[in-house]
């Protein structure tokens, strides 16, 4: 009806054809790549590719847990076999274990808020944006931050808990620590599959980085010092 009234055969024919609609503000900035659209947009995608590799980053973690927490199994057995006998059952060691990977998580989400608050300016100044960042300010994000940190916690401490849970106290005392069958064939999975994403990342960060690179070198043509605009 707006292009009817507005754009017709006798003003602006060359709009008759474009079509209005209603969008949520919220969505304008990272949901429209329209024609003269504003000029400080954000593609979506980028912020899925830059959670993809948050998620695979913090995958090679899990991973890196459990393979040195059951590496660590040995040195671990006496005081597992200590405290079968003296009564603590096996639930009781598997929450033990799983609260023990949830604290490391915690602490080591504790460390990554500081050191954001340390170096956020200097990452704005990089990018050359006024952007501030402030834990009380942002309290739904250090909130999402915290019940990932549990999840991402109790997730990677599963394996080892049962594995850890799973000594005999005779076995230790007869210095049979070898942990039960096949977990040195999934510990070998594990750290084939944790090389084998690192090495995709490594491998993607690369091609970006010279793609981009190629970019701003490419030959386009015209010398682009001394251009008057």
Not at 89 to 106: K, M, N
Request: with cysteine; hydrophobic share 50%.
């Amino acid at each position: 009806m707006i292009t009817e009234k507005y754009f017709n055969e006798n003003n602006c024919p060359q709009y008759k054809e474009m079509r209005f609609f209603l969008q949520p503000i919220k969505k304008i900035h990272l949901n429209t790549q329209l024609n003269r659209d504003f000029p400080l947009n954000t593609d979506i995608r980028i912020i899925y590719i830059f959670s993809a590799v948050a998620f695979f980053v913090l995958l090679i973690a899990c991973l890196n847990y459990i393979n040195l927490s059951t590496a660590q199994a040995a040195q671990r057995a006496k005081s597992i076999g200590i405290r079968k006998v003296v009564g603590a059952d096996r639930p009781v060691l598997i929450r033990h274990f799983i609260g023990e990977s949830v604290l490391y998580a915690l602490i080591a989400l504790l460390f990554a808020l500081l050191l954001v608050s340390a170096f956020f300016p200097h990452f704005s100044s990089f990018l050359e944006r006024n952007m501030s960042f402030s834990l009380l300010s942002h309290w739904k994000f250090v909130v999402f931050f915290v019940v990932v940190a549990l999840i991402t916690g109790a997730a990677a401490g599963v394996y080892p808990a049962f594995f850890l849970a799973s000594y005999q106290p005779v076995d230790v005392l007869r210095g049979n620590v070898g942990g039960p069958s096949g977990g040195q064939r999934l510990r070998g999975f594990l750290t084939v599959f944790q090389f084998c994403i690192s090495i995709i990342l490594l491998s993607s960060m690369l091609i970006v980085y010279k793609q981009n690179r190629f970019i701003k070198n490419m030959d386009v043509g015209y010398d682009r010092e001394h251009v008057v605009v």
